[in-house]
């Protein structure tokens, strides 16, 4: 490949979504749901649950995402598809809108601005996220997506699982299918989790980082923005 053909590669800023770009996360999303069933015996079991199982699903998160993502999205079990969509709407503008930080808004105005394609990676599942995307204008986004059966959620994930490690594969694959120059692109994301996907671009930046990602940030010289 020659130089000018290096320089006509696209770039992208890949974003993480739950503390990156917005201070709630996924319990938050899957409480509305919750508490926003139908049935009152069926929000006090789901509710109780999800309480109860809060400890359980904070050590799976620091140690183990796939584990976590096994465990959580179980709970969607029994769902309909077509409540799934419509509370993903009502969750986006009640819980997430409120909540997107303040400089999120510049910080993806401005890399619209220098000529990069914008494309957002979560672990949230899809019927929440496609707002969230078209409310930012990006160009594509990549979410969890729930199997689901005759119109129900099984409560499993369809692949690929996006989380940890595997947001990196997949940006690696998309990058490569879709011709972006990796080196000249971004990453943006909060979790010591996210290391890998951060690590796969030549601009990687911590925003409100836990502390893992924070001393891996400064051993590395990464920017640390604090949203």
């Not at 394609?117 to 969230?132: E, N």
């Not at 204008?137 to 690929?160: C, F, Q, S, Y």
């Not at 996006?162 to 909060?190: C, M, P, Q, T």
């Given at each position: 490949?020659?130089?000018?053909?290096?320089?006509?590669?696209?770039t992208?800023a890949?974003y993480?979504?739950?503390?990156?770009?917005?201070?709630?996360?996924?319990?938050?999303?899957?409480?509305?749901y919750?508490l926003?069933?139908?049935?009152m015996?069926d929000?006090?079991k789901?509710?109780?649950?999800?309480?109860g199982s809060?400890p359980?699903y904070?050590?799976a998160?620091?140690?183990d995402r796939?584990?976590?993502?096994?465990a959580?999205?179980?709970?969607?079990?029994?769902?309909t598809?077509d409540?799934?969509?419509?509370?993903g709407?009502?969750?986006?503008?009640?819980i997430?809108?409120?909540?997107?930080f303040?400089?999120?808004?510049s910080?993806?105005?401005?890399s619209k601005?220098?000529g990069?394609d914008?494309?957002?990676?979560?672990g949230?599942?899809?019927y929440i996220t496609?707002?969230?995307?078209d409310y930012?204008?990006?160009?594509h986004w990549?979410a969890n997506r729930?199997?689901i059966?005759?119109?129900i959620?099984?409560?499993?994930?369809?692949k690929?699982m996006i989380a940890?490690?595997?947001?990196?594969?997949w940006?690696?694959?998309?990058?490569?299918?879709h011709?972006y120059?990796l080196?000249?692109?971004?990453?943006y994301a909060?979790?010591g989790?996210d290391?890998p996907?951060?690590?796969?671009?030549?601009?990687p930046?911590a925003?409100n980082?836990?502390?893992k990602?924070k001393?891996?940030?400064?051993a590395?010289?990464?920017?640390?923005?604090?949203l």
């Amino acid at each position: 490949m020659t130089d000018a053909q290096k320089t006509e590669r696209k770039t992208a800023a890949f974003y993480d979504v739950d503390g990156t770009l917005i201070s709630t996360n996924v319990i938050h999303a899957y409480a509305y749901y919750a508490l926003n069933s139908p049935s009152m015996l069926d929000r006090v079991k789901r509710a109780s649950k999800l309480v109860g199982s809060l400890p359980l699903y904070w050590v799976a998160d620091q140690y183990d995402r796939k584990a976590f993502n096994d465990a959580f999205y179980g709970n969607y079990k029994g769902f309909t598809e077509d409540r799934l969509v419509i509370i993903g709407e009502e969750i986006f503008e009640k819980i997430i809108r409120p909540n997107i930080f303040e400089g999120a808004h510049s910080l993806i105005k401005n890399s619209k601005a220098q000529g990069h394609d914008q494309i957002l990676i979560t672990g949230a599942i899809d019927y929440i996220t496609k707002p969230l995307a078209d409310y930012f204008g990006v160009d594509h986004w990549v979410a969890n997506r729930l199997e689901i059966k005759d119109g129900i959620a099984t409560g499993r994930l369809m692949k690929p699982m996006i989380a940890g490690a595997n947001k990196a594969l997949w940006v690696r694959r998309y990058a490569e299918e879709h011709g972006y120059d990796l080196d000249g692109s971004f990453a943006y994301a909060d979790s010591g989790s996210d290391i890998p996907l951060l690590s796969v671009v030549g601009n990687p930046c911590a925003v409100n980082p836990d502390f893992k990602l924070k001393t891996t940030a400064r051993a590395y010289d990464w920017p640390v923005l604090n949203l």
